[in-house]
C-alpha cells in the first residue's frame, strides 16, 4: 500500500500531473465558496422579499415606502428599483430637456436599469458554477490520460510490462476522473438551485417594477415626487 494511491500517484507524477490536481482542488474550493455565500444571499432575499414589499406598500407615500424597504431588504434587491421610481418621478428643474420627455417612458428607462442592477447582483458568479461543472470532468480526464501516458512510457522504459506493473499506475491514474467528477457534480446541482432562486426573484423583481410604474405614472403621484423634490433642493 505504499507504494500504490493518490499520495504515491501525485509523489511520483511530473508536474502537468501535480498542476491538473490543484488546479481541481482550486475549482472545488472557489465552487463551494461561492456556492454557501450565494445560497445565504438568495434564501434572505427570497425570505426577505415578500415581507418588505408587503410594508413597501403599506406606507403612506413613496418616499416613506423607500425607507421601510431600505430597512426590510438588507440585501438590497427591491431597494434600486424603489429608489429609481422615485428618482425618475421627479421633474428636476435643473433638467428642462429631461423634464419634457414622457413620464411613462422615464419611469421604464429608469426602471429597466435598475431591473438590470438587481439582476446582476442575484446572477454574479452563475457564470462561475456552470464553466467549473463543464470542465471539471475534461480536466480530470486530462490528468488521467497524462497520467497513463506517463505510467506506460515509465514501464516501457523499465521492460516490466507485466500486469502487476501496469494495473497500479493505471487505476492511480483513472483517480483524477473520479475527481473531476467530484468537483463538477456539485457545481451542476448548485446551478440547478441558485438559478430556480434566481428565476423566482427575477419574477418578483418584475411585478414590483410594473406595480411601481403603475403608481408612479398614476395622475397625482407626480405631486408627491416634486414635493419630495424642492424639499430635496431646499435642504442645506
Partial sequence: MGHTGIFHYL???DAVTRSVAYLLFAMSVASWCFLLAKS???VRAKRQ???????FWQASTLTDAIVVIRRADSERIFV???EAALEAGQVHASSPLLARVDMSERVTRALRQALTVSRRRIEFGHVLLASIGSTAPFVGLLGTVWGIY???TS???SGQAVIESV???VGEALIMTAFGLVVAIPAVLGY?????????LSEELDGFARDLHAYVCAPGTGKEAAHHSRDTQLQP
Fill in 11 to 13: 509523489a511520483s507524477g
Fill in 40 to 42: 445565504w444571499m438568495l
Fill in 49 to 55: 422579499g415578500p415581507r418588505a414589499l408587503a410594508l
Fill in 80 to 82: 434600486p428599483l424603489a
Fill in 150 to 152: 506517463h505510467a506506460l
Fill in 155 to 157: 514501464i516501457a522504459a
Fill in 167 to 169: 494495473a497500479g499506475p
Fill in 192 to 200: 440547478n438551485i441558485l438559478g430556480r432562486l434566481q428565476r423566482q
